[in-house]
């Protein structure tokens, strides 16, 4: 991707900030100088900097559940942090950081103290042309002085004390950051995609993972099984209840939080307090699979019958139904409940499970 460029900077040593890296912590690191910078600070602590990397990989771990490495200090923080304090996945990051900076729990700080060990001079080195492979050798008060001896870099050292550490980001370059905010975070984005797809390869929708959760728009679908409820009974299925127009609230049989989609063949109607309750977990195949086939099947043969209810499925697919094949297995004139149950447990199923697999949580109804 291309930087813009300076006459002041050296961009081409810049723009390979991101190439040696085996952990995702640059990445994270960057992204949180670039939002204070942005901000207006010039001086940043580690901790501000590690506390903005926590809450910037909160949605990424809690509610999408991706891999963030093998052995990861910034995924282990989130998980512990998430179990210690109950908060949502769905928190608002204001919360998260307000909730950091008074915690006072060893733990937390042993992590953000693993996160300062490295990647505040590691950063750089694509600008430390001079710097050979002993010269990293050495402790970190040390190192850093050797670093601030270094001309045109992002940032300097003052105050070398553990978590409360200061860089002091370079004029020039906090001009250069600013005035380019838009595509740098763009760079971040980019090279953030490429890392978690190589750490995530079965995990669909990456680009859509990166940040909270967006509202998402299914007036379409809603309508169109409010249609179906006022023409013939529709049983929700986890309830098993009869679901009338006025209740229905859309649910993802897998959740989007793994699929990162709102495909029709993944869609169905249930109530809001019952969706409430699923969240983002996965319902428990053997009940619920074989009563969502039922409830899918209604609904094809249902479009095969009444004219009115296909036009709204018309509707409905092309913005639900982006898949030509899928849309032929499921949605063909003709298909035995038998035919259809297996053409959709073909589709669902190895979703479902690579979901499972990444560490959705199975779910059932309880009244």
Not at 23 to 51: H, M, N, P, R
Not at 283 to 290: C, E, L, M, V
Request: proline share 5%; aromatic share 14%; glycine share 4%.
């Amino acid at each position: 991707m291309q930087l813009p460029s300076s006459d002041k900077l050296n961009i081409p040593s810049f723009s390979r900030l991101f190439d040696n890296k085996s952990e995702c912590y640059k990445l994270f690191w960057f992204q949180a100088i670039l939002t204070y910078v942005c901000e207006g600070q010039q001086e940043i602590s580690y901790e501000d900097l590690i506390d903005e990397m926590i809450a910037d990989a909160w949605y990424m771990v809690t509610e999408y559940h991706l891999n963030l490495g093998p052995n990861d200090t910034l995924e282990k923080a989130v998980n512990y942090i998430s179990s210690v304090t109950g908060m949502l996945p769905s928190v608002k990051k204001q919360e998260i950081l307000d909730w950091l900076k008074s915690c006072m729990d060893q733990n937390v700080i042993g992590f953000k103290r693993i996160l300062s060990l490295n990647v505040p001079y590691r950063l750089q080195a694509p600008l430390l042309n001079e710097f050979k492979g002993g010269d990293w050798n050495c402790g970190t008060r040390e190192l850093a002085e050797r670093i601030n001896r270094q001309e045109r870099l992002i940032y300097y050292f003052i105050d070398v004390l553990g978590l409360k550490t200061r860089i002091r980001i370079s004029e020039t370059w906090m001009t250069y950051l600013v005035e380019n905010q838009e595509i740098l975070r763009g760079w971040i984005q980019y090279n953030m995609i490429l890392y978690l797809q190589r750490r995530n390869p079965s995990v669909p929708g990456i680009s859509d993972k990166l940040y909270p959760p967006q509202e998402r728009k299914l007036d379409k679908v809603k309508k169109y099984w409010k249609l179906l409820a006022g023409i013939e009974e529709i049983h929700e299925i986890y309830s098993e209840g009869i679901l009338t127009p006025g209740e229905i609230s859309i649910d993802h049989f897998v959740p989007w939080s793994y699929v990162a989609h709102d495909e029709f063949w993944n869609l169905h109607p249930t109530t809001r307090s019952i969706n409430s309750s699923k969240s983002n977990n996965l319902p428990d195949w053997d009940i619920y699979f074989p009563r969502f086939a039922a409830l899918e099947y209604e609904s094809y043969r249902m479009i095969w019958i009444y004219d009115r209810v296909h036009d709204e499925f018309r509707k409905c697919a092309r913005e639900h139904l982006n898949n030509p094949e899928i849309e032929h297995r499921l949605y063909r004139e003709g298909l035995t409940q038998p035919e259809f149950k297996n053409q959709l447990e073909g589709i669902v199923y190895p979703v479902w499970l690579s979901a499972k697999t990444c560490g959705f949580k199975s779910w059932e109804y309880t009244l």
